[in-house]
């Protein structure tokens, strides 16, 4: 399984930015897809999951009711929607998964895609 994470940038406080994560070579095992976060120095956070069927997902509290992780299946493609970024949200996300149901720990993904830096300032 591949991923190719884009739509990071540079974006004021208050603004919105949407992520895309495209997943290629699919193994014939249902995956969930989640987004983490990481500033240098620090541990890679959870910030929100979907699981195989995109009905359901789960946030971090500190973007819950601002972002929301969306899937096309079609497309094969699982979408980040921030809303209301605040510069604390400034790092670079990336795009996992992992086969079976949703996790919210980094170590239990297997795939992970390149980061996409987004920055949050005026």
């Known amino acids: 399984v591949q991923l190719q994470a884009s739509g990071g940038g540079l974006v004021q406080p208050g603004g919105s930015l949407r992520l895309s994560c495209a997943v290629s070579g699919r193994s014939n095992y249902p995956y969930a897809t989640g987004w983490f976060r990481q500033i240098p120095g620090k541990e890679r956070e959870f910030v929100a999951v979907?699981?195989?069927?995109?009905?359901?997902?789960l946030y971090a509290d500190s973007v819950k009711g601002r972002f929301t992780i969306s899937k096309d299946n079609a497309v094969e493609t699982v979408f980040l929607q921030m809303n209301s970024l605040e510069p604390e949200d400034t790092a670079i996300y990336y795009c996992?998964?992992?086969?079976?149901?949703?996790?919210?720990?980094?170590?239990?993904?297997?795939?992970w895609g390149q980061g996409t830096l987004v920055t949050v300032s005026s």
């Open positions: 979907v699981d195989w069927s995109g009905r359901i997902t």
């Open positions: 996992a998964a992992r086969r079976g149901n949703w996790r919210k720990r980094a170590s239990e993904y297997e795939y």
